[in-house]
């Protein structure tokens, strides 16, 4: 931490820097429409709330008693599927002009503070969406890849549940069935170029069903032979 660098926790009169760092995140990531809303009022109501909310924490980070950065994080744990407490850094920023001043370590210094208060025994972080530097700023102090989510949308669940599960295993085996056709045509090209088919068979085969008077048995001699040029048998 260098000097004029502190932190502490953010009150309802710190809204107002807290709305204007939240856009100008917004306004520096990549993926703003992921990151939070472009209306200053209702990011106000929404700070508010996690302000009041129990387990929420909000850090403020001060230059020179100016707010420039912010750590947004909760405490979780235990629960039924989770014994051990931790705290999650769910937004860690600082705005562009005030980087290498410290700020960054300050605000994580409070966050450290507040594990060890509630007896967390690990502290997740998740960087801000485009935000690079952050990730490679959070590698540095030791953060490292722990699990990987996986989401969907709303309507792609609905639509998914909603299908029929009958028809749904019919195309599977349907999607099988042309992955195993494929798989034997490419098995009878591999045995044809290796070398000639031996036709003898094939042609006495043919010699039977030519002498066949029943529709029936030709069908069936045409299939057998089909299968024996196939897989070169006589």
């Known amino acids: 931490m260098r000097p004029g660098a502190r932190h502490k926790p953010a009150g309802p009169e710190d809204l107002d820097g807290l709305v204007a760092l939240c856009l100008a995140a917004r306004a520096e990531s990549t993926v703003g429409a992921q990151l939070c809303s472009p209306d200053g009022a209702v990011l106000r109501e929404q700070l508010g709330t996690l302000l009041a909310t129990p387990g929420g924490w909000v850090l403020v980070g001060l230059l020179d008693d100016e707010i420039a950065g912010f750590l947004f994080g909760r405490v979780v744990g235990p629960s039924p599927f989770v014994q051990e407490v931790s705290l999650h850094v769910e937004a860690l920023y600082v705005g562009a002009a005030d980087r290498r001043r410290g700020l960054g370590h300050t605000l994580l210094a409070g966050a450290l503070e507040l594990a060890e ?103 069936s001699m045409s299939r057998h032979v089909r299968r024996a040029v196939a897989t070169r048998r006589d």
């Open 117 to 219: 208060e509630t007896g967390a025994t690990q502290v997740y972080a998740v960087p801000l969406p485009g935000a690079r530097g952050m990730q490679r700023f959070l590698a540095r102090l030791g953060f490292a890849p722990a699990a990987a989510h996986r989401v969907v949308a709303v309507p792609t669940l609905q639509r998914r549940l909603a299908g029929d599960p009958v028809r749904a295993g019919s195309r599977r085996r349907g999607t099988r069935g042309l992955e195993d056709l494929i798989a034997r045509r490419r098995q009878v090209r591999t045995e044809t170029q290796t070398g000639p088919v031996d036709l003898r068979g094939v042609q006495s085969t043919l010699d039977r069903a030519e002498a066949s008077d029943q529709p029936a048995d030709r069908s």
